[in-house]
């Protein structure tokens, strides 16, 4: 994608910062609090010897990452964040748990004794049939045949599973040698496989056609063509280098592959200007090929300015969530907490329109990431999940049937009118909601009137590609734990910013650029920073006041979501 100057051959992965990247909102408080004596200890945890026990650890709120790091040392492994007690899951050796309750910040250790089922259910268990089609208006164009054929929607995200739901419209990709896989692999992991489970989740959402629930579980768009650039694996992580990459070879190949949407369930806390930021750059230049993009707000609200980048670009459709209740009717819609507010560090309002993001039902990818840690909320073939992610989904399918219906609309075109037919719900801060629910169906009856995004000016570019990570960083999997921060690219290239704006992106220069000539698979990244329990927005999980509970986090959940 963008050109840049090899530092050593060795190349790699997409992992860090960026995409998914979780804004860490919950910054490191100064020096970790000490503990005032050892932290309590479960007695059920009172063994010794190297047997592996399952524990839930109780931090001192503002605790950084050092009891993290401390299983680690002794020998255990961090499972999962639990922002809803302060702390996280871990296994480690029995006769460490007395070392790990002296470590500063620790307050209570105690045996994790949630059960947890032994095998994946044969048959869904019984559940609402999903209403959030209804809610807007897409299955409307489906029973009159708009259902997405013709349409590519190219997802960035961690690759999309080979399941039925989706079989025979994951498009295939065709490499310089002639060989050719079902997805463009940027992540450093070998396959195209899911490992993580996003990817497949938000495909899922686009464009699943039901088959493993006889119709039943659909998405916007049940015919569209979905084509995976897998930017992240198992830990989920990408550097928003790798990011860049993955757009720079949509936009490079869009008219090899017909690609008429772009979906970024991801982000960066980033603060820098969009005006000068490479991830504002690289969206602007693919709306400007023609392809619309679809970016999901973050879930860091229920705070003012709490929108992430590249959903902070003026240009892009940028998406937050509502809660339908399981109800098709919009007037009883919640607003839920987690979904980001604008405006954005530019002054810009956003999110532009709504859609539907509570426990929606998608594709799972068996044996990833969040399939295994969440094994009680599979449905089948399916799980449920919460996010701006999963609402970007549902908008980049409803997309792709107003293209199927109205093919010579352009991106500001589409985003015009999604905007102008969105109705009103949940709220009347245009901050929170933008102008509304979206009515796919109402937008395919208007006719093309306007345009979006008269007079806005676009990115340079020519910003700090460190800045445009944010907070948070991806370390190399090696001795030393390198972290990837300045010019530094997952490929340990320098970023040159000036080349990577200033040729044009086609096949030919993806070719000659050192992401195709350097290779993905020569380092390993890990999402060591942000994959730790101090997400911000992370309470927003549980809308107590609401008596609503969004689910479970995993790492990444900023941005991924949270789940059933």
């Known amino acids: 994608m963008r050109q840049l100057r090899p530092l050593r051959r060795p190349l790699l992965a997409a992992v860090a910062a960026l995409a998914l990247v979780a804004p860490a909102a919950a910054a490191q408080a100064e020096g970790a609090p000490r503990a005032v004596a050892a932290a309590a200890v479960d007695p059920a945890l ?120 989706l079989a025979g419209r994951i498009v295939p990709v065709r490499d310089e040698l002639g060989r050719t896989a079902s997805c463009q692999n940027l992540s450093g992991e070998p396959g195209c496989a899911d490992s993580y489970g996003h990817g497949t989740f938000i495909a899922g959402l686009v464009a699943g056609n039901g088959s493993a629930s006889g ?9 569209a063509r979905v084509l995976s650039v897998k930017v992240a694996g198992r830990s989920g992580a990408a550097d928003v280098s790798t990011v860049l990459a993955g757009i720079q070879w949509v936009v490079s190949f869009r008219e090899q592959y017909g690609i008429r949407v772009l979906n970024l369930s991801l982000g960066t806390d980033s603060k820098q200007s969009y005006k000068q930021d490479p991830l504002n750059y690289a969206v602007q230049r693919a709306w400007h090929e023609g392809i619309a993009v679809v970016v999901s707000a973050a879930n860091l609200g229920p705070a003012a300015g709490t929108i992430s980048k590249p959903g902070d670009d003026p240009w892009v459709i940028t998406v937050g969530a509502v809660d339908d209740l399981k109800t098709a009717t919009t007037s009883d819609d919640r607003l839920p907490d987690f979904s980001s507010r604008g405006p954005t560090q530019d002054g810009i309002t956003k999110p532009d329109v709504t859609a539907p993001g509570a426990h929606l039902p998608s594709l799972r990818s068996p044996g990833s990431t969040i399939d295994t840690a969440f094994p009680a909320g599979t449905e089948g073939a399916y799980r449920r999940g919460s996010g701006t992610s999963m609402a970007a989904g549902v908008v980049s399918g409803a997309v792709a049937q107003l293209l199927q219906a109205k093919p010579k ?64 960083d991806v370390r190399l999997d090696d001795p030393l734990s390198t972290v990837l921060t300045g010019r530094q690219t997952a490929q340990l290239a320098l970023w040159n910013a000036a080349e990577y704006t200033g040729l044009p992106w086609t096949p030919t220069t993806w070719a000659a650029s050192p992401h195709a000539l350097l290779g993905w698979n020569a380092a390993s990244w890990s999402g060591h920073d942000w994959g730790g329990h101090d997400w911000g927005g992370s309470s927003w999980y549980g809308q107590a006041e609401q008596g609503t509970n969004y689910g479970r986090p995993t790492a990444g959940s900023a941005w991924y979501g949270a789940w059933d």
């Open 215 to 223: 119709g039943r579980y659909v998405g916007s768009a049940p015919e």
């Open 409 to 472: 609309l352009t991106p500001n075109q589409v985003k015009a009118t999604l905007r102008a037919t969105a109705r009103k719900v949940a709220s009347n801060d245009a901050n929170a909601v933008g102008t509304g629910i979206i009515d796919v169906a109402a937008a395919a009856a208007k006719a093309p009137t306007g345009t979006a995004n008269t007079g806005l000016a676009r990115s340079s570019g020519l910003g700090d590609l460190d800045a445009s990570r944010g907070t948070v």
């Open 46 to 165: 009172d063994q010794t010897g190297p047997q592996p026990v399952r524990v839930v650890v109780q931090e001192v709120p503002g605790t950084g990452s050092g009891p993290e790091e401390a299983v680690e040392r002794l020998g255990g492994l961090v499972t999962r964040p639990l922002p809803i007690v302060d702390g996280f899951a871990a296994t480690l050796p029995a006769g460490a748990v007395r070392d790990l309750a002296s470590t500063p910040g620790v307050r209570v250790v105690s045996a994790d004794r949630q059960v947890q089922v032994q095998a994946v259910p044969t048959a869904a268990p019984a559940a609402t049939a999903p209403v959030h089609l209804r809610e807007i208006g897409s299955d409307k164009l489906q029973k009159a045949g708009t259902t997405g054929r013709g349409v590519t929607v190219a997802v960035l995200d961690t690759g999309i599973a080979d399941v039925a739901d």
